[in-house]
């Protein structure tokens, strides 16, 4: 906000009646002030004018977030607000002092913008003690008598405000995170939007699988040098996965680690949609896990016993196959030998 008095229009949009807002949370404790508000009140001992202000500014700066100023006359001798409640309600009761009045409210505007400026501001918030207050009630209420021709009787007092309860009542703009903050918000909702996901993947598993049982979220192990390429895994492999979450997985998990148990399951079955392939694997009976794939890689596969024979196989053949044309070609070396040299 500007560092100058509200207008007219400001005031009544200020103090009109707000809606209707859920409760504000409550003040970070151990929060150190940063904003000092300044309430006053010039009711007449002699004359038909009075009025009030509340001034917010920051004490650092002395730059003035909140300010308004209230002069009616007539003045209605009705309720004067108290200037030792807090700084929201003591705004809200100014227009009981009787209806604004423009032209005499703007003349003292501009006593209370030249008596308030930044310098006082800034050693107000340094040492607002009772004597400074007085101090400052004394001269304010010196140059009104002086500009209206009016007696007074003032009454000002000092608050400090918090940057939280202005930020709660929209007088200010929360400042920007830190990047330690920004850091934790980015983990939070990754960690919020990863648990979504799971929990939509899971659905999805229950119903493309017909499964009745528990379903838990695996993530596939990658051997990107024995591995099989997951676009070639069938029904009976044995797939290394990692168990992930909570509850029912978290259990598993356990139970695999305290019995030493290598995370290797056999596929169940394979489901495929564009641009996605679920795989199932059997933990037990009640419990079968799923593996998200989004993208071609390499799984680890338990090498079964059949796979191993046929390996021993092709090993063997091979075998024979190399010694033989190692002996064919020693006895044509010998024909040639005998040829030339006997």
Same mark, same amino acid.
Request: proline share 6%; net charge neutral.
């Given at each position: 906000? /500007?560092?100058?008095?509200?207008?007219?229009?400001?005031?009544?949009?200020?103090?009109?009646?707000?809606?209707?807002?859920?409760?504000?949370? /409550?003040?970070? @404790?151990?929060?150190?002030?940063? =904003?000092?508000?300044?309430?006053?009140?010039?009711?007449?001992?002699?004359?038909? *004018?009075?009025?009030?202000?509340?001034?917010?500014?920051?004490?650092?700066?002395?730059? %003035?977030?909140?300010?308004?100023?209230?002069?009616?006359?007539?003045?209605?001798?009705?309720?004067?607000?108290?200037?030792?409640?807090?700084?929201?309600?003591?705004?809200?009761?100014?227009?009981?002092?009787?209806?604004?009045?423009?032209?005499?409210?703007?003349?003292?505007?501009?006593?209370? &913008?030249?008596?308030?400026? +930044?310098?006082?501001?800034?050693?107000?918030?340094?040492?607002? %003690?009772?004597?400074?207050?007085?101090?400052?009630?004394?001269?304010?209420?010196?140059?009104?008598?002086?500009?209206?021709?009016?007696?007074?009787? $003032?009454? %000002?007092?000092?608050?400090?405000?918090?940057?939280?309860?202005?930020?709660?009542?929209?007088?200010? @703009?929360?400042?920007?995170?830190?990047?330690?903050?920004?850091?934790?918000?980015?983990?939070?909702?990754?960690?919020?939007?990863?648990?979504?996901?799971?929990?939509?993947?899971?659905?999805?598993?229950?119903?493309?699988?017909? =499964?009745?049982?528990? +379903?838990?979220?695996?993530?596939?192990?990658?051997?990107?040098?024995?591995?099989?390429?997951?676009?070639?895994?069938? /029904?009976?492999? +044995?797939?290394?996965?990692?168990?992930?979450?909570?509850?029912?997985?978290?259990?598993?998990?356990?139970?695999?680690?305290?019995?030493?148990?290598?995370?290797?399951?056999?596929?169940?079955?394979?489901?495929?949609?564009?641009?996605? &392939?679920?795989?199932? +694997?059997?933990?037990?009976?009640?419990?079968?896990?799923?593996?998200?794939? %989004?993208?071609?890689?390499?799984?680890?596969?338990?090498?079964?016993?059949?796979?191993?024979?046929?390996?021993?196989?092709?090993?063997? *053949?091979?075998?024979?196959? =190399?010694?033989?044309?190692?002996? $064919?070609?020693?006895?044509?070396?010998?024909?040639?030998?005998?040829? =030339?040299?006997?």
């Amino acid at each position: 906000m /500007p560092n100058d008095i509200f207008t007219v229009q400001d005031v009544q949009d200020l103090t009109a009646k707000p809606k209707e807002v859920p409760p504000a949370e /409550p003040v970070r @404790k151990n929060e150190q002030p940063e =904003f000092l508000a300044i309430k006053s009140t010039f009711t007449p001992s002699r004359g038909d *004018m009075g009025g009030g202000f509340c001034v917010i500014f920051e004490g650092k700066t002395g730059r %003035t977030v909140f300010q308004i100023f209230w002069l009616a006359k007539p003045y209605a001798a009705g309720q004067i607000p108290e200037v030792g409640k807090g700084w929201r309600n003591f705004v809200k009761a100014l227009p009981q002092m009787g209806p604004l009045d423009k032209d005499w409210g703007e003349r003292l505007q501009g006593q209370l &913008k030249e008596i308030l400026n +930044i310098d006082e501001k800034k050693k107000l918030y340094e040492n607002y %003690t009772k004597v400074k207050i007085r101090q400052l009630e004394s001269i304010l209420r010196r140059s009104f008598e002086t500009t209206s021709q009016c007696v007074f009787t $003032a009454t %000002t007092d000092a608050e400090p405000v918090s940057r939280n309860e202005l930020e709660r009542a929209k007088v200010i @703009k929360p400042l920007p995170p830190s990047p330690e903050e920004l850091a934790r918000q980015q983990k939070e909702k990754e960690e919020r939007e990863k648990a979504e996901r799971q929990e939509k993947e899971k659905e999805e598993a229950k119903k493309e699988g017909n =499964f009745e049982g528990t +379903i838990i979220m695996c993530t596939p192990l990658v051997d990107p040098v024995r591995g099989k390429a997951s676009s070639e895994i069938v /029904p009976g492999d +044995i797939i290394g996965v990692k168990i992930e979450g909570e509850g029912t997985s978290a259990l598993v998990q356990k139970y695999l680690i305290e019995n030493n148990i290598e995370p290797l399951f056999p596929v169940e079955e394979i489901k495929e949609t564009v641009g996605k &392939k679920m795989i199932y +694997i059997k933990i037990s009976d009640e419990i079968r896990g799923y593996v998200n794939i %989004t993208k071609d890689i390499k799984i680890q596969v338990k090498e079964q016993p059949n796979q191993a024979k046929a390996k021993q196989g092709v090993s063997f *053949m091979g075998d024979v196959f =190399f010694f033989g044309l190692l002996g $064919a070609a020693l006895i044509g070396l010998l024909f040639v030998i005998r040829y =030339f040299f006997l």
